[in-house]
T-cell receptor, first 115, second 115 residues
């Protein structure tokens, strides 16, 4: 399978715990995006990487959230001191380029439940 | 306020019927993407439109972007149960060379196709 993969698919945690999610983009894609989706809503942009550089962050990304893409390949999204409001589907997407080459392909998502 | 409005919010059709989903923006957009999502899963890329008046088709699904680049429609001909899911439109509103081209999504249209 050469699509975007995410791990884990599901995560249940207690409030106050830290969680980390991983995204493996399509291999030749240099752009990587994180989005968050809550029930009944469309995905909302969180952050964007061009290779290893994090070039844009949404105001939704509070200080408790941090994302990395250390070698320009896989990415991690960490949430510290989770809150119940963090419960959502976290989606990763990757794309090859910009303009007409910027079709974003999404992974299956990580569903986070904070108890 | 929602930058992208989708209508209808939900749609129930009989197998074999045609249907149309609309996506409207108050601002001119740079690119318009259509995705399909099964409940609890990631987004499947359907089509991307960039030029005013552009129309693309894939199998029984046709997407159009109006000349003003503010409204798009997704039309399914002779619907099948396999078409059921949530259809999301996503737009790029800002294009700068080297920018993120992040997607802003509508809330989605839930399609049910009864056999």
């Amino acid at each position: 399978d050469t699509g975007v993969s995410q791990d884990p698919r599901h995560k249940i945690t207690k409030r106050g715990q830290n969680v980390t999610f991983r995204c493996d983009p399509i291999s030749e894609h240099n752009r990587l995006y994180w989005y968050r989706q809550t029930l009944g809503q469309g995905p909302e942009f969180l952050t964007y990487f061009q290779n290893e550089a994090q070039l844009e962050k949404s105001r939704l990304l509070s200080d408790r959230f941090s994302a990395e893409r250390p070698k320009g390949s896989f990415s991690t999204l960490e949430i510290q001191r989770t809150e119940q409001g963090d419960s959502a589907m976290y989606l990763c997407a990757s794309s090859l380029g910009w303009g007409t080459g910027n079709e974003q392909f999404f992974g299956p998502g990580t569903r986070l439940t904070v108890l | 306020s929602q930058e992208l409005e989708q209508s209808p919010q939900s749609l129930i059709v009989q197998e074999g019927k045609n249907l149309t989903i609309n996506c409207t923006s108050s601002k001119t957009l740079y690119g318009l993407y259509w995705y399909k999502q099964k409940y609890g899963e990631g987004l499947i890329f359907l089509m991307m439109l960039q030029k005013g008046g552009e129309e693309k088709s894939h199998e029984k699904i046709t997407a159009k972007l109006d000349e003003k680049k503010q409204q798009s429609s997704l039309h399914i001909t002779a619907s099948q149960p396999s078409h059921a899911g949530i259809y999301l439109c996503g737009a790029v509103f800002l294009y700068t060379q080297g920018g993120s081209e992040k997607l802003v999504f509508g809330k989605g249209t839930k399609l049910t196709v009864n056999p």
